[in-house]
């Protein structure tokens, strides 16, 4: 039934399975973990949950209308049949500007139709969706089609994987932690250094606080920004970050000391 879905011979000869259902993997379905921001790393190198278009690109939304509480966009026939037959399928969109995403994974109508996907416009930032605004579609298993790519699927406590490399000398890791490293709120004068964060689902360091320092410390394979900080006189100095999904920083300071 699983080879069934998959689009081309190469992806049914070369995807493997991962039994997630054994006692070890039980913090994948504890409360709190969001299988959003969960990352699956090959020797330290972010892999992609399987999705339309593959890699970073994006397709720009052509809008059929905009019905009030939906946005219609047009794809294909073979999308719709494919799509909608998934019960995981998330969107990852933006509205009408190109800072402020949206990830949906509820409410999303198939129109047969006209073949369309309706984004409910109430989950989608500063509605209604523009046409030409970059989106994709991921968390598809019938999408699994490249190398590096997985699918979760956690109503049969299934993960399906297509390595890029041999897996006898590759070093897999899935992010286990769903809460932050720190969560510094209501301070002042406050440093962290020299401390490697490795495989959070959530930002590392979460700081709302005045005159934070963080200095020297790697952050690597998360499914977040490496760090939200709020506050004044803050300095981020000497820190190397790689394979983020969401990215470095995400700030909001009125006065930041030093960035580098």
Known sequence: AVLSILKTDEAKANILCLDLSK????????EGYNSFLQTLSSDGDIQTIARWPNYDEYERVDIIEDEGDYSVIAITEEQVAAWSASPTLSWL?????DWSESRISHDIIFDTERNAICIPNNQVSYTPVNNGMPFYVYNLLCELDEPGEYYRDDANKLLYYWPKKDLASTKLTLSANPGYGFNIENAEYIAIKGVTFENYCKTPVYVEANHFSLLGCTISCCGDYAVHAYGNYNTFDGNTMFDLAQGGFD??????????
């Open 23 to 30: 006692p070890e993997y039980e913090f994948l379905f504890n």
């Open 93 to 97: 969109g933006y509205g009408q500007f």
């Open 251 to 260: 700030l909001v300071s009125g006065d930041l000391a030093a960035i580098e």
